[in-house]
């Protein structure tokens, strides 16, 4: 099984400032054949399905902030945040779609300083 | 637009079963693999199953393996979850989610979840 770890397992920021999110996985999602990272990001709010943000590592999903971006390739990933609002207050997941099981990170909650 | 609607949850007792649905509308079902992902309260994510388009292919969670059942009827637009001898640890709000195209793609949209509680 790929194990997602991600780190931190919280963070606060100040408004306006930049959140970074990292995910390792123990076996790289890079599929050689096509060049593509399998790894997404998911922002969770409270009572709220997950929201899907990134996907091949690095393509924003249609109607994300572009104050989000997505980074990394082969086992290490970072989600970042370039000036934080309020409303992205948050618990955030990566996911790899590479090999069954499916898996996802542990989680990282983001809140504001 | 896409809309996935859960239901089918509920209490039930250690070892008893249960059956979730997913209503799927505003894209054509069919084409698409679909999978269910749970969470326990105050918990993270964890994958449960995923079905093929058509249905030539399922994939379980070890978790799972063996007591749940993942099916699909192109013809209602729906997705299925069966769930067997089910334990305490199967406590979790269960997501119907769609793939972007087949069963090695991200999960693009979410329903809104069905909560499925184990306890005597």
């Known amino acids: 099984d790929i194990v997602m770890t991600q780190s931190p397992d919280s963070l606060a920021v100040s408004l306006g400032e930049r959140a970074t999110i990292n995910c390792k996985s123990s076996h790289s999602v890079l599929y050689r054949s096509n060049s593509k990272n399998y790894l997404a990001w998911y922002q969770q709010k409270p009572g709220q399905p997950p929201k899907l943000l990134i996907y091949?590592?690095?393509t924003r999903e249609s109607g994300v902030p572009d104050r989000f971006s997505g980074s990394g390739s082969g086992t290490d990933f970072t989600l970042t945040i370039s000036s934080l609002q309020a409303e992205d207050v948050a618990v955030y997941y990566c996911?790899?779609?590479?090999?069954?099981?499916?898996?996802f990170g542990q989680g990282t909650k983001l809140e504001i300083k | 637009e896409v809309q996935l609607l859960e239901s089918g949850g509920g209490l039930v007792q250690p070892g008893g079963s249960l059956r979730l649905s997913c209503a799927a509308s505003?894209?054509?079902?069919?084409?698409?693999?679909m999978s269910w992902v749970r969470q326990a309260p105050g918990k993270g994510l964890e994958w449960v199953s995923t079905?093929?388009?058509?249905?030539?292919?399922?994939y379980y969670a070890d978790s799972v393996k063996g007591r749940f059942t993942i099916s699909r009827d192109d013809s209602g637009n729906t997705l299925f979850l069966q769930m067997n001898s089910l334990r305490a640890e199967d406590t979790a709000v269960y997501y119907c989610?769609?793939?972007?195209?087949?069963?090695?793609?991200?999960?693009?949209?979410w329903g809104r979840g069905t909560l499925v509680t184990v306890s005597s």
């Open positions: 091949w590592a690095s």
């Open positions: 079905i093929t388009r058509s249905a030539g292919s399922t």
């Open positions: 989610a769609k793939r972007y195209f087949d069963w090695l793609s991200h999960a693009d949209y």
């Open positions: 996911h790899q779609y590479y090999s069954t099981p499916l898996t």
């Open positions: 505003g894209f054509t079902f069919s084409s698409y693999a």
